[in-house]
Protein backbone atom coordinates (compact mmCIF):
# COMPACT_ATOMS: atom_id res chain seq x y z
CA UNK A 1 0.00 0.00 0.00
CA UNK A 2 1.31 3.37 -0.24
CA UNK A 3 0.64 6.15 2.49
CA UNK A 4 -0.11 9.90 1.76
CA UNK A 5 1.19 12.81 3.71
CA UNK A 6 -0.19 16.49 2.87
CA UNK A 7 1.62 19.77 3.99
CA UNK A 8 1.46 23.04 2.78
CA UNK A 9 -1.77 24.23 4.12
CA UNK A 10 -2.09 27.77 6.22
CA UNK A 11 -3.83 30.96 6.26
CA UNK A 12 -3.51 33.42 3.53
CA UNK A 13 -5.09 36.58 2.32
CA UNK A 14 -7.49 36.75 -1.23
CA UNK A 15 -5.19 36.99 -3.60
CA UNK A 16 -2.37 35.14 -2.20
CA UNK A 17 -0.64 32.00 -3.40
CA UNK A 18 0.31 28.50 -1.44
CA UNK A 19 2.11 25.17 -2.70
CA UNK A 20 0.79 21.97 -1.22
CA UNK A 21 2.88 19.09 -1.17
CA UNK A 22 1.11 15.03 -1.11
CA UNK A 23 4.57 13.22 -0.70
CA UNK A 24 3.70 9.07 -0.64
CA UNK A 25 5.96 6.00 1.37
CA UNK A 26 5.61 3.02 0.96
CA UNK A 27 5.55 2.60 -2.82
CA UNK A 28 6.60 4.12 -5.76
CA UNK A 29 3.89 7.05 -6.78
CA UNK A 30 5.14 6.60 -10.21
CA UNK A 31 2.59 3.65 -10.62
CA UNK A 32 -0.26 5.78 -9.77
CA UNK A 33 -1.96 8.54 -10.22
CA UNK A 34 -2.91 11.42 -7.76
CA UNK A 35 -5.68 13.83 -7.42
CA UNK A 36 -6.32 16.29 -5.13
CA UNK A 37 -9.82 16.86 -3.62
CA UNK A 38 -11.21 19.38 -0.97
CA UNK A 39 -13.87 19.70 1.51
CA UNK A 40 -15.64 22.66 3.24
CA UNK A 41 -17.53 22.49 6.41
CA UNK A 42 -20.70 20.91 5.33
CA UNK A 43 -19.69 19.78 1.97
CA UNK A 44 -19.24 17.50 -0.32
CA UNK A 45 -15.96 16.36 -1.08
CA UNK A 46 -14.79 17.93 -4.54
CA UNK A 47 -12.09 17.63 -7.00
CA UNK A 48 -10.05 19.69 -7.88
CA UNK A 49 -6.89 18.34 -9.70
CA UNK A 50 -5.64 15.25 -11.16
CA UNK A 51 -2.32 14.00 -13.10
CA UNK A 52 -1.84 10.61 -14.66
CA UNK A 53 0.97 8.64 -14.06
CA UNK A 54 3.40 9.71 -16.39
CA UNK A 55 2.14 12.89 -15.80
CA UNK A 56 1.03 13.45 -19.74
CA UNK A 57 -2.44 13.96 -18.71
CA UNK A 58 -3.46 16.33 -16.33
CA UNK A 59 -7.70 17.53 -15.28
CA UNK A 60 -8.86 20.25 -13.36
CA UNK A 61 -11.98 21.63 -12.34
CA UNK A 62 -13.15 24.46 -14.11
CA UNK A 63 -13.06 26.53 -10.62
CA UNK A 64 -9.07 26.11 -10.55
CA UNK A 65 -8.62 26.63 -14.42
CA UNK A 66 -5.63 28.85 -15.19
CA UNK A 67 -5.03 29.53 -10.86
CA UNK A 68 -4.04 26.15 -10.11
CA UNK A 69 -1.34 24.38 -11.08
CA UNK A 70 -0.70 20.40 -10.33
CA UNK A 71 3.20 18.57 -11.14
CA UNK A 72 4.81 15.85 -9.80
CA UNK A 73 8.29 14.73 -9.42
CA UNK A 74 8.47 11.11 -9.21
CA UNK A 75 12.59 11.15 -8.40
CA UNK A 76 11.15 12.76 -5.37
CA UNK A 77 7.86 10.70 -4.60
CA UNK A 78 5.87 13.73 -4.16
CA UNK A 79 2.75 15.52 -6.30
CA UNK A 80 2.61 18.91 -5.88
CA UNK A 81 -0.11 21.39 -6.05
CA UNK A 82 0.43 25.33 -6.90
CA UNK A 83 -2.71 27.15 -5.88
CA UNK A 84 -2.64 31.07 -6.96
CA UNK A 85 -5.16 33.85 -6.89
CA UNK A 86 -6.87 32.27 -3.98
CA UNK A 87 -10.29 33.16 -3.26
CA UNK A 88 -12.00 32.52 -0.17
CA UNK A 89 -14.27 29.77 -1.45
CA UNK A 90 -10.90 28.22 -2.18
CA UNK A 91 -11.18 27.82 2.16
CA UNK A 92 -10.98 23.95 2.87
CA UNK A 93 -9.42 20.73 3.67
CA UNK A 94 -7.46 19.59 1.10
CA UNK A 95 -6.38 16.04 0.24
CA UNK A 96 -4.84 14.01 -1.90
CA UNK A 97 -5.29 10.17 -3.19
CA UNK A 98 -3.99 7.57 -5.47
CA UNK A 99 -5.45 5.85 -7.98
CA UNK A 100 -4.10 3.48 -11.08
CA UNK A 101 -5.96 5.97 -13.15
CA UNK A 102 -6.71 9.95 -13.42
CA UNK A 103 -10.22 10.04 -12.70
CA UNK A 104 -12.29 13.27 -11.25
CA UNK A 105 -14.30 11.23 -9.00
CA UNK A 106 -13.06 10.60 -5.25
CA UNK A 107 -14.39 7.15 -5.40
CA UNK A 108 -11.88 5.77 -7.84
CA UNK A 109 -9.54 6.13 -5.59
CA UNK A 110 -7.84 3.65 -2.75
CA UNK A 111 -6.26 5.67 -1.08
CA UNK A 112 -6.05 9.03 1.13
CA UNK A 113 -4.26 11.32 3.00
CA UNK A 114 -5.10 12.93 6.04
CA UNK A 115 -5.42 16.05 4.72
CA UNK A 116 -4.49 19.71 5.25
CA UNK A 117 -6.47 22.95 5.68
CA UNK A 118 -5.46 25.92 3.61
CA UNK A 119 -8.19 28.92 5.42
CA UNK A 120 -7.89 31.99 2.96
CA UNK A 121 -9.71 35.25 4.00
CA UNK A 122 -11.10 37.93 2.36
Known sequence: ????????GGLVQAGGSLRLSCAASGRALNGYA???????????RNFVATISRSGDNIY???????????????????????????????????????SLWAAVTFTNYNYWGRGTQVTVSS
Do not use: H
Not at 1 to 8: A, P
Open 60 to 98: YADSVKGRFTISRNNVENTVYLQMNSLKPEDTAVYYCAA
Open 1 to 8: QVQLVESG
Open 34 to 44: VGWFRQAPGKE
